[in-house]
């Protein structure tokens, strides 16, 4: 395929990258509810924000919310002004976000390695599972990302120039500090500093001390700005607390997310199927590798490693930390897919061997978790199943359809006619392997999720929906949660806050407290112990492992006989 792109054709191919994007992104974005705890947590804050109409502050429940800055979630509550209140609109930011990384990735692509790559770029992206995966979601991380690769750019794009964007560096790594916080800056800093370590061994680069002073002054001016004008309102609050927050993650298991050093490997290996596994031969240099190529190749290797190995040393690891990775971990094996296309580097007997028994692996479960719910009662009958919550989740009744299992046999039909085709057509064997993957993720989220979902939160989804505009308190007890108050749309004057209740004493109030209204809480089964012999609760019923609890008050409580 030819480097060389007229206008009308680069039209035509942009054209058709917004098609695919908005053909697998946005269909069914609402079609299953939103989970726990981050996908809830920040749609809540939105739907807050428009509630109180107060868009200068995070809140949960009514209380300051510290953990985040705003930019997401005023992206999305523009979206529920738009959508209403609902799943589609807290997830459609992102799958708009997906787009843009597509089109990205095409444009800088184009520039770095001609019109092959920028297309192949997108095409492994959209076809690599978790960053598909999360183009559908409602977390913070895919625009966190795109701002902080949008930074690295400009740096990159400065030196293959030879002039430098310090400024437009530090506007995007701007924009990724008011997306998640200070972490935004720090990576691009750090991956500049190892970067420059890197070249400085070969080329003698001098340190580029004056554009990082002004990446960073230009990307603590947008925060700044807006933590001035929180500031006077109510203090540093924010910002001490946000630093705090920063702290623990680093050196604590936040939330029980404490998990081995090689956590996120390990979840790159299998999580990013199958652009990982041709990573590694894009890590190394190519015989016909120009200036500019090597250039690209070291920064996406610097940036990937930073990353990788930033979040595998803090203590808290959750799945999306490492989620930074995806943009370089899909241009390297983009390099290295190109490289086979053209017949300068083979597929070779260990890197298909490699993609088959993850492909295999991938295949299985996603065909083995639908049929073990489907087939509940054999899965109940197991002597080893024993978690109360399982068995009672287990047993709810969930109409399927009866092929959902079958989804995930899209996975194995593209990974064998990949490996077929690979003979012939290189080009074609990709589009099949990374297509099929496409494919799976766009079928399974609308088909197989909700069904499991219903499993897993359902119950307890379905009680808050339930009892949403009614005058009553509620209160998830022992488990941390955010769903009663998005699922229930929770006013402000069943909050604490507008009782003027200390965060700590709200549940002891709602237990024992001189309640105004009728109160109700859930459990997970598995805690009961810890609830069913409190003397002002009465369990109302059990549904899907989940037990629901009402305040009974001293005026419905036995009395004593009196003669």
Same mark, same amino acid.
């Given at each position: ?80 002004? =738009? ?9 459609? $930011? ?36 978790? $960053?598909?995966?999360? &183009? ?42 008011? +997306? ?9 800093? =750090?991956? +500049? ?18 554009? =990082? ?37 680093? +050196? ?32 190394? @240099? ?25 979040? @595998? ?17 899909? !241009? ?21 061997? %490699? ?6 692996? =991938? ?20 002597? @080893? ?16 359809? /009866? ?10 039909? /593209?990974?064998? @006619? ?31 999720? #909700?069904?499991?979902?219903? !499993? %897993? ?6 009680? !808050? ?21 998005? !699922? ?11 009782? /003027? ?6 549940? $002891?109030?709602?237990? *024992? ?5 009728? &109160? ?33 008050? *001293? ?7 009196? #003669?």
């Amino acid at each position: 395929m030819s480097n060389a792109t007229t206008t009308p054709d680069l039209w035509r191919q942009r054209i058709l990258i917004i098609a695919v994007g908005l053909i697998f992104f946005i269909p069914f974005l609402g079609s299953v509810r939103l989970f726990d705890w981050d996908e809830i947590n920040f749609a809540e804050c939105a739907r807050e924000m428009i509630v109180t109409g107060d868009y200068l502050h995070m809140q949960i429940d009514y209380r300051p919310f510290t953990e985040k800055p705003p930019l997401f979630v005023w992206c999305q509550a523009a979206s529920m002004h =738009l959508f209403g209140i609902n799943e589609f609109a807290a997830r459609l $930011p992102n799958a708009i976000v997906g787009i843009i990384t597509l089109l990205v990735l095409h444009h800088i692509g184009r520039r770095v390695r001609g019109n092959e790559f920028g297309l192949l770029w997108p095409m492994i992206y959209l076809g690599t599972l978790l $960053p598909h995966f999360y &183009a559908r979601s409602g977390i913070i991380d895919p625009l966190f990302n795109l701002f902080i690769f949008l930074s690295v750019w400009q740096i990159i794009r400065g030196e293959m120039d030879g002039k430098g964007r310090p400024l437009q560096a530090g506007l995007y790594a701007g924009l990724a500090v008011m +997306t998640k916080g200070p972490v935004g800056l720090g990576l691009v800093v =750090l991956t +500049t500093l190892v970067t420059w370590v890197w070249q400085r061994r070969r080329a003698h680069a001098a340190f580029p001390a004056r554009n =990082l002073l002004v990446i960073i002054l230009v990307a603590m001016s947008l925060p700044a700005f807006w933590l001035g004008i929180d500031a006077m309102q109510n203090g540093p609050r924010f910002l001490v607390e946000n630093l705090a927050y920063q702290w623990r993650l680093l +050196t604590t298991g936040e939330a029980g997310h404490a998990q081995p050093w090689y956590y996120h490997s390990v979840i790159l290996l299998i999580g990013c199927y199958p652009a990982s596994l041709f990573l590694f031969r894009g890590l190394s @240099s190519a015989h016909d590798e120009d200036d500019t190529h090597r250039a690209m190749r070291r920064w996406m290797t610097v940036l990937f490693f930073v990353v990788l190995v930033v979040f @595998s040393a803090v203590t808290t690891k959750i799945v999306h930390y490492s989620s930074m990775t995806y943009i370089p971990l899909t !241009y390297l094996a983009a390099t290295q897919i190109q490289a086979m296309i053209r017949g300068t580097r083979a597929w070779g007997r260990g890197l298909k061997t %490699s993609v088959l028994i993850i492909g295999l692996v =991938l295949t299985s479960v996603s065909v083995i978790v639908p049929w073990a719910f489907m087939n509940s009662e054999w899965m109940l009958s197991l002597p @080893s199943f024993r978690d109360a919550f399982l068995r009672q989740a287990m047993s709810r009744k969930v109409e399927w359809i /009866g092929i959902e299992h079958l989804v995930g046999l899209i996975l194995l039909l /593209g990974l064998i @006619s990949a490996l077929i085709i690979s003979r012939r057509s290189m080009r074609s064997a990709m589009i099949l392997l990374f297509g099929s993957v496409a494919m799976f993720i766009a079928v399974f989220l609308p088909l197989v999720a #909700p069904r499991i979902e219903a !499993y %897993s939160q359902g119950a307890a989804l379905d009680y !808050y929906t339930s009892i949403r505009g009614k005058d009553v308190y509620t209160k998830p007890l022992t488990m941390k949660s955010y769903a009663h108050l998005f !699922y229930t749309q929770k006013p402000f004057h069943l909050s604490s806050a507008a009782k /003027g209740i200390a965060v700590d004493a709200w549940e $002891p109030w709602l237990i *024992s407290g001189d309640i105004d209204r009728p &109160a109700t809480f859930i459990c997970r089964v598995n805690d009961a112990a810890n609830w069913s012999g409190v003397a002002t609760l009465r369990e109302k019923y059990r549904d899907g492992g989940f037990i629901i609890y009402e305040r009974i008050t *001293s005026s419905a409580r036995p009395q004593p006989h009196t #003669p």
